[in-house]
């Protein structure tokens, strides 16, 4: 079996679901391809989501051409650095850049909001904090980046989606300080039982990736038991966080089956109860 391989089609859900996180302009299929596979399982709406300028752009027209694709837009947490300060040791493996300082920060946010005013894009996102790959010195940048997609998202009525990665207490701090927007959503959820139950005190959605099937993600599987099933959302994060059994090989949103039945079976629901709720849900998360 090659690690390459895209995985066989699951059993198609009896109930709709949405993929509320994809990339698919990272995936091998056709965008046709990607969402005539996803339709086939019963995976019926996917929300695409940017990570820079021209992924954001990409998004919106993707959305704008396909009505069951809707749009998030951001710079990643790990963008907002690399713009200011460039990339000269390859710290974010995406190859050399020069810095452009605060004014080309400020450019691209600017590049942003216009977007998210658009009707078909229907988050601010992904964007957030991320400590895992950005060192100390881009942590200013990242935050402000931060602070301004909130202020985006609050001004034109779109959810805010956020990466958090190893960076929980400061996300849910600044989410405080500043005054999260109406809906907030915790995209790839990773925080532990405790932190979801202060998320579902402030409402914010919890969505859930492949990773929560991965042997070693009991913290991950225990946030899932005690949030909310009102609060709850799944995604692919495709290409990444492919669902066990194929961990490793390429994600894609048809495989939102496998990772639904898993979370089905940590809340004690049947597949098509939750199935229901996180249709509805994320219809109601990103107001579509």
């Not at 396909?66 to 837009?73: I, K």
């Not at 974010?92 to 658009?118: K, P, T, Y």
């Not at 601010?124 to 935050?143: H, K, N, S, Y």
């Not at 939102?256 to 898993?262: D, H, K, Q, S, Y």
């Amino acid at each position: 079996m090659s690690r390459t391989e895209a995985p066989p089609l699951p059993e198609p859900l009896r109930v709709p679901v949405a993929d509320s996180h994809t990339h698919l302009d990272m995936q091998d299929a056709t965008v046709e391809e990607g969402l005539a596979r996803a339709a086939a399982v019963n995976v019926t709406t996917v929300v695409q989501v940017g990570c820079d300028v021209a992924g954001s752009r990409w998004a919106a027209e993707t959305a704008a051409a396909h009505p069951n694709v809707h749009a998030a837009v951001a710079l990643h947490p790990n963008e907002a650095p690399r713009i200011v300060h460039g990339d000269p040791d390859g710290w974010s493996r995406q190859g050399a850049r020069e810095g452009g300082g605060q004014a080309a920060l400020h450019e691209a946010l600017a590049e942003i909001d216009a977007l998210a005013a658009l009707d078909h894009v229907r988050g601010v996102g992904e964007t957030g904090l991320d400590c895992f790959r950005t060192g100390p010195e881009g942590m200013a940048a990242q935050e402000e980046s931060f602070r301004a997609h909130i202020e985006i998202a609050k001004r034109h009525g779109k959810a805010l989606v956020i990466h958090d990665r190893e960076a929980h207490a400061d996300v849910l701090r600044i989410l405080a300080d500043a005054g999260a927007p109406e809906r907030t959503v915790f995209h790839c959820y990773s925080g532990d039982a405790d932190m979801a139950r202060i998320c579902a005190d402030a409402g914010y959605f919890m969505s859930f990736a492949g990773n929560v099937t991965f042997k070693n993600a009991q913290p991950l599987r225990d946030a899932l038991a005690v949030a909310p099933t009102e609060l709850v959302l799944v995604e692919t994060d495709a290409p990444f966080l492919t669902p066990a059994p194929y961990r490793g090989r390429p994600n894609a949103p048809y495989l939102i089956p496998v990772t639904l039945r898993a979370m089905a079976a940590v809340k004690g629901l049947d597949e098509d109860t939750l199935a229901s709720a996180v249709f509805d849900n994320t219809a109601r998360a990103f107001d579509y």
